[in-house]
């Protein structure tokens, strides 16, 4: 079983920043992928941005291209998500994830909101 703890959510003005951090513990061998999620009431989870964890290959949404930066710490088994420029629309539960022979583990979610 992998154990994903994600950290460093809360509120945030407009334009403002806010760094995630997702550490993983348990059967970390294999995992090859961690990324971010979101999710608001009434809509179904978004994907917001991944990594490949050996190559450092990153993916993000179009709506957060420019904006949020993904990285890894291989040593201290940890992914950030840094979020620059925020908006609104950015507001919900930012959910870590790792994926492992095809399977998604999920975190518990953290809850992120931006005031206009």
């Known amino acids: 079983q992998v154990q994903l703890v994600e950290s460093g959510g809360g509120l945030v003005q407009a334009g403002g920043s806010l760094r995630l951090s997702c550490a993983a513990a348990?059967?970390?061998?294999?995992?090859?992928?961690m990324g971010w999620y979101r999710q608001v009431p009434g809509k179904q989870r978004e994907f917001v941005s991944s990594?490949?964890?050996?190559?450092?290959?990153?993916n993000y949404a179009d709506s957060v291209k420019g904006r949020f930066t993904i990285s890894r710490d291989n040593a201290k088994n940890t992914v950030h998500l840094q979020m620059n420029s925020m908006k609104p629309e950015d507001t919900g539960v930012y959910y870590c994830?790792?994926?492992?022979?095809?399977?998604?583990?999920w975190g518990q979610g953290t809850q992120v909101t931006v005031s206009s």
């Open positions: 990594i490949i964890l050996t190559t450092k290959l990153t």
């Open positions: 348990g059967s970390i061998v294999n995992i090859n992928a």
């Open positions: 994830t790792a994926v492992k022979f095809g399977l998604n583990y």
